[in-house]
């Protein structure tokens, strides 16, 4: 009897032991980002990573962080406590009120950037000389500063629909007709982009920069889904329904270095900077577009005189052309009175590691932590099955030093 006491002993504390540590891994995970219990996905951005931030309607920001207890979309009054959907991130999911009336779901997805690898980058050089220096030995060295930048061609895509039950088409008057439609125009969808390291230097630069350059409309096209989920493009239905900036073949995006702020021209930025000194303070860590949704609405009609009521949910697929600038700097030091050749580095090469997330997490710590706390919980779990046996002499051998700990004398 006391042996088996002692073993469903054991059994409660290893089992007690597994769920705590279960525990601890799963509440450190999530704080630390590596389970998604937060906003965040693993895409094969190449470049950019585009993060669907925030709506700008009638002068009230909302994004994941700010849920105004009222705003207005067009003129009527919403509040983001009765909202059915509000996800924001690499998708956006918005439905300012109830799911199955009012506005229907105003939803965006979007493909990676990714490099287009059939064009070559445009490549810069400069040297930039910062006078000389003297050595311990004496030895007097030329200090040069040698940039080398590429500008790669990307491309990126993103659809922005509509979606919902008839009830959120639109609103039916008394006698059948139409008395009001959703109406996502004037609304501002913030868009942040962080720059992400997509290619390798193989002479080591002592710095790297990545940043956007321009953003162009390449093609985009018109969609119609109905009622009974058909899909036609470039419906003439639609024209009237569907307005937007950017819409026409070659316009830009303008580039923010802050979200609401004034666009910047970061082309010519980077490139006034070529034969001197660069000033690293003009790459950032994140850049801000925006779309401006001058009229996004279903279409509506009504049968004159059945009243039947058809209706069908625009969509856009919007293609970009983007480029992005990388730019290397290396130290070079020349004897004094030599000549500095100017030699092109290596050109950087595309990193094509869809595991590269796995260096973030085994360079970071607590993510250690948190794996040393599982394969923890995957020995102890082992040893429960397997080797019952060695957790007991665990168990004594714990409780005795316990023991010895409180001053209490061994057995004799």
């Avoid at 980058?121 to 080398?148: C, S």
């Avoid at 922005?160 to 008057?173: F, M, N, Q, V």
Wanted: charged share 20%; proline share 6%; aromatic share 16%.
């Amino acid at each position: 009897m006391p042996r088996r006491r002692k073993q469903k002993s054991i059994g409660a504390l290893t089992i007690l032991l597994i769920g705590l540590l279960v525990l601890a891994f799963i509440i450190g995970a999530s704080w630390n980002g590596i389970l998604p219990f937060d906003i965040g996905y693993l895409t094969g951005s190449q470049s950019l990573e585009a993060y669907f931030h925030s709506l700008y309607t009638n002068g009230v920001w909302l994004s994941s962080e700010e849920r105004a207890e009222s705003f207005q979309i067009k003129d009527r009054d919403l509040n983001a406590s009765t909202a059915s959907d509000w996800f924001f991130g690499y998708e956006l999911n918005f439905d300012p009120d109830e799911a199955s009336d009012g506005f229907p779901n105003l939803l965006l997805t979007q493909q990676p950037f990714t490099v287009d690898t059939q064009v070559e980058p445009i490549h810069y050089a400069w040297m930039v000389d910062e006078g000389t220096t003297t050595l311990e030995n004496g030895t007097i060295l030329r200090k040069y500063f040698q940039f080398e930048m590429w500008r790669y061609r990307v491309e990126w895509a993103v659809n922005i629909w509509l979606s919902g039950p008839e009830a959120e088409s639109s609103d039916r008057a008394w006698h059948g007709g139409i008395s009001w439609e959703p109406d996502y125009g004037g609304v501002q969808i913030w868009i942040k982009l962080v720059p992400r390291r997509f290619v390798y230097f193989e002479d080591n630069p002592d710095e790297v920069y990545f940043a956007p350059a321009y953003i162009g409309l390449l093609t985009y096209q018109v969609a119609s889904i109905d009622q009974d989920n058909r899909v036609t493009y470039d419906d003439p239905d639609m024209t009237s329904c569907i307005d937007l900036i950017p819409k026409a073949i070659g316009e830009t995006l303008g580039i923010y270095y802050a979200r609401g702020g004034v666009p910047v021209d970061v082309e010519r930025e980077i490139l006034s900077y070529e034969g001197i000194e660069l000033d690293p303070s003009i790459f950032r860590e994140e850049y801000w577009i925006h779309f401006d949704l001058l009229t996004f609405k279903p279409w509506n009609h009504v049968d004159f005189w059945t009243k039947a009521h058809s209706y069908k949910w625009p969509s856009i697929n919007l293609k970009f052309v983007v480029y992005v600038f990388v730019v290397g700097k290396w130290t070079v030091y020349f004897t004094e009175g030599e000549v500095p050749e100017l030699r092109p580095h290596n050109p950087p090469s595309l990193i094509r590691d869809p595991w590269a997330w796995l260096t973030d997490i085994f360079n970071n710590p607590f993510s250690l932590f948190l794996i040393g706390l599982a394969l923890i919980v995957i020995l102890v779990v082992v040893l429960a099955i397997f080797a019952p046996g060695v957790l007991a002499v665990i168990s004594a051998l714990g409780h005795r030093a316990s023991k010895a700990v409180k001053g209490e004398k061994k057995p004799s």
